[in-house]
């Protein structure tokens, strides 16, 4: 890595980023994250927080306006990263993909919204309704806070129990669920918050 240039783009988060302190302090890298990292960054480093999505043009100022002469990335599955990649090959820099790490054998992982929402067990809907929506401190700060999202967290667990994936509901939990529903209703419906 040391090899590839002066000015490297590190982008790999500000989690993984302690990991290119020791074999990049020599140099002078543009380091981009979302929030201000833990750890002390060299002095020398020059540090950018800010939240994608990125477009071309805003990567190439970037890129061009601090001398960047190579590009680090992380592999991140998602579109964010093209823009970047995609200046840095018209721009003619090496990049650097760093592999994802290997998930932990006893996580479970799944590929896609359906299989996500199989995965997701009773006691799962069970613990948020009763924690989020029943229990009274918890609903109490949301009714005031945020009526909307406490009303969408009794939507989607209703959604859950109808569509069957959430499989053996509780009655009381529902009944329970329905009684926050309804008052939470009449409030809005009153115009105001509760």
């Given at each position: ?109 799944v590929?896609?919204p ?24 918890n ?11 406490l ?22 939990v ?12 009449g ?8």
């Open positions: 890595m040391t090899s590839l240039g002066e000015r490297p783009f590190p982008t790999v988060g500000r989690q993984d980023l302690g990991t290119f302190t020791g074999p990049l302090s020599r140099h002078t890298p543009l380091v981009r994250v979302v929030d201000v990292p833990d750890i002390a960054l060299p002095a020398r480093w020059t540090l950018v927080t800010s939240r994608g999505p990125y477009h071309p043009d805003d990567e190439r100022s970037l890129m061009t306006g601090h001398g960047v002469d190579a590009l680090v990335t992380k592999d991140s599955g998602g579109s964010y990263t093209w823009p970047k990649i995609q200046v840095a090959g018209e721009l003619g820099l090496p990049v650097v993909v760093v592999r994802r790490r290997a998930s932990p054998v006893d996580v479970p992982t590929s896609d359906a299989d996500a929402a199989a995965w997701v067990h009773d006691w799962m809907y069970e613990r948020l309704a009763r924690e989020y929506v029943l229990d009274e401190k609903q109490d700060f949301m009714r005031q806070a945020n009526p909307w999202a009303r969408g967290i009794v939507e989607r667990l209703h959604e859950a129990a109808e569509r069957g994936l959430w499989a053996s509901p509780d009655p009381d529902l009944a329970a669920m329905q009684s926050v529903y309804l008052s939470l209703e409030d809005l419906e009153d115009g105001g918050t509760p």
